[in-house]
């Protein structure tokens, strides 16, 4: 959306979900987006989400949404930060205009990719590295060597050619 000049109007850049959580959050995204609240967290429920944050280049808050989807605000410094930016862009989202991207990263499994083909949104695109038959998943090769598709930021030449072929 910046590359492009375009106003945030998602919650979801500049933070990161655990899988399990990204699907659940999805699940529910009407409750998540419009009605849970969220409750800051000492630690992740995830090892690697508390060992993410301590080798991170500064600490960020982890919040819980609803008191069940584990949120990391990766690029926030501040809780107060990170509520105000949600809330704000929650508020954005047009529901009858949804991509629903997902990304083979973070604990993210193949069962996970199954269960994001299966939500009911119409317009959705899971970046993988495996190449399977499922109406979302977009085949990513040049990562088929890795245990998750690369990061989007430092990689975006490739997420952006991916994401031009399938659109």
């Given at each position: 959306?910046?590359?492009?000049?375009?106003?945030?109007?998602?919650?979801?850049?500049?933070?990161?979900?655990?899988?399990?959580?990204?699907?659940?959050f999805?699940?529910?995204?009407?409750?998540?987006?419009?009605?849970?609240?969220?409750?800051?967290?000492?630690?992740?429920?995830?090892?690697?989400?508390?060992?993410?944050?301590?080798?991170?280049?500064?600490?960020?808050?982890?919040?819980?949404?609803?008191?069940?989807?584990?949120?990391h605000?990766?690029?926030?410094?501040?809780?107060?930060?990170?509520?105000?930016?949600?809330?704000?862009?929650?508020?954005?989202?047009?529901?009858?205009?949804?991509?629903?991207?997902?990304?083979?990263?973070?604990?993210?499994?193949?069962?996970?990719?199954?269960?994001?083909?299966?939500?009911?949104?119409?317009?959705?695109i899971?970046?993988?590295?495996?190449?399977?038959?499922?109406?979302?998943?977009?085949?990513?090769?040049?990562?088929?060597?890795?245990?998750?598709?690369?990061?989007?930021?430092?990689?975006?030449?490739?997420?952006?050619?991916?994401?031009?072929?399938?659109?």
């Amino acid at each position: 959306m910046q590359d492009i000049g375009m106003q945030y109007n998602t919650p979801t850049l500049g933070l990161y979900f655990m899988y399990p959580d990204y699907i659940e959050f999805l699940s529910n995204l009407e409750y998540y987006l419009k009605e849970a609240k969220i409750e800051f967290v000492e630690h992740s429920k995830y090892a690697i989400g508390d060992e993410r944050r301590a080798a991170w280049s500064h600490w960020y808050p982890i919040g819980l949404l609803g008191g069940k989807v584990e949120i990391h605000f990766l690029h926030y410094y501040t809780e107060e930060e990170a509520a105000e930016k949600w809330y704000r862009r929650a508020k954005r989202v047009n529901f009858d205009r949804l991509l629903i991207i997902g990304m083979q990263q973070n604990l993210c499994t193949q069962k996970d990719i199954e269960a994001f083909d299966t939500l009911p949104f119409e317009h959705k695109i899971m970046f993988s590295n495996l190449d399977l038959p499922l109406k979302s998943n977009e085949y990513m090769p040049e990562f088929q060597n890795s245990d998750s598709v690369g990061d989007p930021y430092r990689k975006g030449d490739i997420f952006y050619r991916h994401l031009i072929s399938r659109l």
